[in-house]
């Protein structure tokens, strides 16, 4: 069946990859991304999927945009809190703007998300809402205090608002990927990214469509028993 869903930061990286993935599965899909209008506009170009651009840590800006899609495109069923950022430094350099920033996009983008789209979702008694965690928010990193504590703050978001969505066919679930070969990853340097893959039993780094595969199983038919779930993709370095 034909659902409309949403992939935040969905034009590039491992977003682009689910938007990709839910449209041959034959949804209609509608990207979000917070600034990069030039990527967005190839994306768009390359896909056909529309991109609207607002900053999911933004809660005004959250509930007018999904209303805006909701009106042009029809109820939202799926959304996908994609959107990430990372501000790395250990605690003693971290400013307070580095830990709020992360916070406020990782981790308030899903209340942000889900005050706009869950109330739809549980009426209609259909909804999924799948969060990109990050092995990091189960693990911790160093360096990584903010942006931990916010992949860590995700994971328990997914199982409260599962308890919640459960008996109105609302799933809520989460996927932990471990490092994929994005932009994001790109941002780390090389040294430390050889140490990393060297953590990885598998001996590389994930591809972006190996994190949509799971986003496709969560929101299909196939998932439908799963809620308050944290599916792992990692090339197996969870077990390290
Ligand atoms: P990228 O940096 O490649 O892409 C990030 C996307 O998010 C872009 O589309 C960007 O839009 C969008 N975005 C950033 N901030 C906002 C915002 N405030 N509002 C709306 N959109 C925003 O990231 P990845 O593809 O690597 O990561 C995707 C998700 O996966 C993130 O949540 C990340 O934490 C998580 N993850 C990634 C891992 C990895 O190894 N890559 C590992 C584990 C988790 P724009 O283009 O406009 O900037």
Not at 38 to 56: L, M
Not at 89 to 99: A, F, I, Q, R
Not at 125 to 147: D, L, M, T
Request: charged residues 20%; contains cysteine; aromatic residues 8%.
């Amino acid at each position: 069946m034909t659902r409309i869903a949403i992939v935040t930061g969905g034009t590039r990286g491992i977003g682009a990859a689910i938007c990709n993935r839910l449209k041959r599965q034959g949804h209609t899909v509608i990207a979000n991304y917070a600034g990069n209008d030039d990527a967005a506009r190839a994306f768009s170009e390359e896909t056909g999927i529309p991109a609207y651009k607002w900053d999911v840590g933004d809660h005004r800006a959250c509930l007018e945009g999904c209303a805006r899609v909701a009106e042009e495109h029809g109820p939202i069923d799926i959304v996908v809190n994609n959107a990430g950022i990372t501000r790395d430094g250990t605690l003693h350099k971290m400013s307070y703007e580095d830990w709020d920033d992360v916070m406020r996009v990782n981790l308030g983008g899903c209340f942000n998300m889900a005050k706009a789209t869950f109330p739809g979702m549980r009426e209609r008694k259909w909804g999924r809402i799948v969060n990109i965690g990050s092995i990091n928010g189960q693990a911790g990193q160093y360096g990584q205090v903010n942006y931990a504590a916010a992949k860590s703050g995700i994971h328990g978001f997914t199982k409260a608002l599962a308890q919640e969505g459960a008996k109105f066919g609302v799933t809520v679930n989460a996927i932990a990927p471990g490092y994929v070969d994005t932009d994001m990853v790109a941002a780390v340097p090389e040294p430390v990214l050889e140490k990393i893959v060297a953590r990885i039993p598998v001996g590389r780094l994930g591809q972006a469509e190996e994190i949509a595969r799971g986003v496709a199983f969560f929101t299909s038919e196939n998932g439908a028993f799963m809620t308050g779930s944290t599916m792992s993709i990692n090339g197996g370095q969870h077990m390290y």
